[in-house]
Each structure stands twice: as structure tokens, then as C-alpha cells.
């Protein structure tokens, strides 16, 4: 069984819903990506108080060998990079001239940028197939959670930002573009400047801007 994050183990998700999913994970004879130790890398990368901006992703990468546990990033290694990481990394040069070396987001996540994907496995090569499993109450929990301090919430796409009602109010800063992806990018997400929006806003409330 996955390790439970400590730092999120109190979540009501862990006692009330996650032996089940666990067991019908389990049942599964397809391939289920993340691997097991990485279901929850997202959580265990940052604890809730350290959360300072929070990116939902759908679901993990179905391509073998992408999925890592943090919604958009792989692994140093792979190329070429999945096209909605691509177009990601398209607008971060645009907005703040970045080019990063691979598409590993873990140094994001260690500055408390919270990569959450809002199913939290999938079997190889079938997108979306694990959308109703039950995955959807753990991110409504996180959202409340991080959502009782000032917050930045990056919400790509529809399905995002229909989460965005499990978001406490309060004096957050909520982005809301079309999604990276192929199909996507070019109805609102190119050209919407999130990264340096959101280091404007850090910023303004006297935190360290993200080192993206």
C-alpha cells in the first residue's frame, strides 16, 4: 500500500474512502501508473502549511514511463516531452524568458507549488478511466485545506475550475485560462502570463516569488 502522506493523514478522504479505492486498485490487472510509491508525491512533496500556489492537473500521463506523481511533470530523462508540459514551458519563456533544462517540476514543488492532479492514478494508455473513483474527494479536502491562507490557485481548463467552488473564500489570487493542452492552448492559455502573475501577487503579500 502507498505510505500516506503524513502531513495530510488527518484528511477525513484517508479513513473514508482511500481503503476502498486502495482495494480497487489493487483488483486492477491493468498496469496502474504512477507507480505505488509515487500515488501520493504531491502530497508528500509539500506540507499543507508550506502550500503557497496550487496547479490541478486532470490525471496522471497514461504513457508509461511519464507519470511521476506531480500533475505535468516527468521524469529528468524523458523526451520528448508530453505536448501539455510542452506548451507549458512555451508560455514560461514568454512570460518570464525560462528555458528549463527537463521536464522535472520537482524544484516547484519543493517551493510549495502544490502539483495536484484530481485523479490520482490511471491505467496505462486509457485517460481519464479512474476519474470516478473516488479520488475527487481528496482534492476537495486539500482545496479547503490549503484555502485557509492566502492562497494562488492556477485552475487550467474546465474541469479545474469547476473545484474552484471547494475553495474557502478569502484573499487568494485565482487564475483561470483554457488548459495547455494541444487542443486547448491556443483558445486563452498562450498569452496569459500566469507565472509572473503569480510572483506579482507573492510578491504583494510579501513572500519570495517562485523560481519557476
Avoid at 509515487?38 to 500556489?53: G, I, K, Y
Avoid at 479547503?144 to 491562507?149: A, I, K, L, Q, T
Amino acid at each position: 500500500m502507498p505510505h500516506i502522506p503524513s502531513n495530510w493523514s488527518d484528511l477525513p478522504f484517508f479513513t473514508e474512502d482511500w481503503p476502498a479505492i486502495n482495494k480497487a486498485l489493487n483488483a486492477d490487472p491493468r498496469e496502474i501508473l504512477p507507480p505505488k510509491d509515487r500515488r501520493f508525491a504531491a502530497l508528500n512533496a509539500a506540507r499543507p502549511n508550506d502550500v503557497r500556489v496550487v496547479i490541478l492537473g486532470q490525471d496522471p500521463y497514461p504513457t508509461r514511463g511519464h507519470a511521476n506523481g506531480l500533475a505535468f511533470s516527468v521524469e529528468p530523462d524523458v523526451q520528448p516531452l508530453p505536448r501539455s508540459l510542452k506548451n507549458i514551458y512555451s508560455e514560461l519563456e514568454t512570460d518570464l524568458g525560462i528555458l528549463r533544462p527537463n521536464g522535472d517540476l520537482s524544484d516547484w514543488a519543493q517551493q510549495g507549488v502544490l502539483l495536484l492532479n484530481t485523479a490520482l492514478s490511471v491505467p496505462a494508455g486509457e485517460a481519464n478511466a479512474h476519474q470516478k473513483l473516488g479520488w475527487d474527494r481528496l482534492v476537495y479536502q486539500v482545496l479547503d485545506r490549503v484555502s485557509g491562507r492566502p492562497t494562488a490557485f492556477i485552475l487550467w481548463g474546465n474541469n479545474a475550475q469547476k473545484l474552484e467552488r471547494h475553495i474557502r473564500p478569502g484573499p487568494h489570487l485565482i487564475l483561470k485560462t483554457a488548459h495547455p493542452s494541444p487542443l486547448s492552448a491556443r483558445r486563452g492559455f498562450f498569452g496569459s502570463r500566469p507565472f509572473s502573475s503569480v510572483n506579482n501577487w507573492l510578491t504583494d503579500q510579501g513572500q519570495t516569488p517562485i523560481a519557476w
